[in-house]
């Protein structure tokens, strides 16, 4: 898999009713009580993508500290099991990339953040997915939020430990927050 960045594209949409690497995020269908609740609230309505047929998404790197203290929050993955992730997801029709990106860190991370900068966009050429990614400081912490309810967990890492627990297609995006 390799991480690249992109130019900008024309956004189209598409209706998926079933759309299995969006639910399930391999080809492993072990139903777990998790996965069982991620694909009961999941919406599989009109998907964004631009003219290539990438699905449009975005997320938000919450940001903390400063030099060899800085860290930025995980989320546990809802697909997958275990996992630890950047929040983010598709952005919705008719919602910007920033948007999209406050909304993913509230609904997954239960935190309230601004936008310091666009980092950049991340093109998943495998899963079909171009990410627009915001570093994002945090105005609040949530003690409950809505994916909290599906068994989702936040932890506060350093930049060596995330590097450490995300899936591997979002490894490419931390090692350039390293080198901010």
Known sequence: MACKGTNNSTATTSTSNSDKDDV???????????????LMRK???ERVRDAEGFRLRAAGICTRGEGNSREILLVTGGK?????????????????????????????????????????EFRDEERRHRTVVFLL??????????????GRQREWVS?????RRVKHSQTCIIEHICNM
């Not at 400081?137 to 599906?150: A, G, N």
């Not at 930049?159 to 590097?163: F, I, T």
Request: aromatic fraction near 10%; proline fraction near 3%.
């Open 137 to 150: 400081t945090v105005k609040e912490e949530l003690k409950e939020w809505e994916d909290s309810c599906f």
């Open 43 to 45: 919406n599989n309505g």
């Open 80 to 120: 997958d099991d275990g996992r630890w992730i950047i929040p983010g997801g598709g952005i919705e029709k008719n919602e910007n990339e920033s948007d999209a990106a406050l909304r993913e860190v509230f609904e997954e991370a239960g935190v309230k953040a601004e936008i310091l900068t666009r980092v950049g």
């Open 24 to 38: 399930f995020g391999s080809d492993d269908f072990t139903i777990t009580p998790n996965r069982l609740f991620w």
């Open 159 to 163: 930049l060596e430990e995330a590097l």
